[in-house]
């Protein structure tokens, strides 16, 4: 049995780590304290399932009407803005939380079916689902004896 | 003036908690706290924290707000990139005497906890009306 993907051994945990599209413009307002030391916002757990990818990105208190989530050239963006909600007026006696707008761009390791892409939010959570499409899955291939 | 209204109690949040198993990290969350007209707003990020999960406490005047995260791994998933993980998130404020705990109003909303604690009475700025004769 010999199994063939549009990569011969792709290794999907390499293409994810050396991610040359990652960067990261939040806290643009440069406010002291919001989100110092975080290099990326925001942070992201990757699945790999059987039919796919699993991208979960937390967001806490974003509208998620107003995240934009694009598939294209084999990347996946999300992209927004988060306001906190915070009045600037006096009274502040601590602000951490991280404001401004975001962007995250992720090598996809396999072509997407991109009808297919779906997205959910849950307790702050944005889960994008990108199921993989049928003709780039690795197929088995069987050796038939002579 | 802010300052005395909230404080963050770093000594409070750094207490250990018998309940949390010893695998699972603690970690402050976000904190903005703002010192309005009649009450003190606390508003705290905590991804992944459901109303179920969540415990707000107020002890000896110190108010902590702890809740555990939870990641759902999705059926039959393999977790190739983790920036972020199912913690536990614990956060103590010292209220002031001028805050009163009695009344404190809570609010989870995607992710996002909004505390409101209110001044008390007699402690609010008021408006005096002066009569002239």
């Known amino acids: 049995m010999i199994m063939t993907g549009n ?14 599209g990652e960067f990261n413009r939040i806290f643009g307002d440069g406010r002291a304290g919001a989100g110092v030391g975080r290099a990326l916002y925001p942070p ?27 598939v294209a050239d084999g990347q996946l963006a ?17 602000r951490e939380r991280p404001e401004g707008s975001f962007s995250r761009t992720l090598q996809l390791p396999f072509r997407v079916n991109q009808d297919q892409v779906k997205a959910s939010y849950k307790q702050g959570v944005l889960r994008v689902e990108l199921p993989r499409a049928e003709e780039d899955k690795p197929k088995k291939i069987l050796v038939q004896a002579a | 003036m802010t300052q005395e209204a909230c404080v963050l109690d770093r000594k409070a949040e750094a207490a250990p908690e018998a ?19 009649d009450a003190v707003h606390v508003t705290v990020d905590l991804p992944g924290v459901d109303e179920q999960a969540l415990e707000i406490s ?4 110190v108010l902590t707000l702890a809740g555990k995260a939870r990641i759902e791994a999705p059926a039959g998933a393999e977790r190739v990139l983790g920036e972020f993980d199912a913690v536990v998130y614990k956060r103590a404020l010292r209220l002031s005497d001028r805050l009163s705990a009695g009344g ?17 009475e007699e402690t ?10």
Do not use: Y
């Open chain 2, 124 to 133: 609010k700025a008021r408006k005096i009306a002066i009569n002239v004769n």
């Open chain 2, 19 to 37: 309940e949390t198993e010893p695998w699972v990290a603690v970690v402050a969350p976000a904190v903005d706290v703002e010192d309005r007209q």
């Open chain 1, 7 to 20: 990569r011969g051994t792709w290794s999907l945990l390499d293409d994810l780590v050396s991610l040359q």
């Open chain 2, 104 to 120: 404190i109003t809570a609010q989870l909303r995607h992710g996002v906890l909004r505390v409101a604690i209110p001044k008390r």
């Open chain 1, 44 to 70: 992201l757990n990757v699945w790999q399932t059987p039919d796919g990818l699993v991208v979960d990105a937390e967001l806490p208190g974003v509208d998620p009407a107003a995240v934009e989530i694009a």
């Open chain 1, 78 to 94: 999300i992209s927004g803005q988060r306001s906190t909600g915070a009045e600037p007026a006096e009274g502040v006696a601590c």
């Open chain 2, 58 to 61: 107020v002890e000896n005047g």
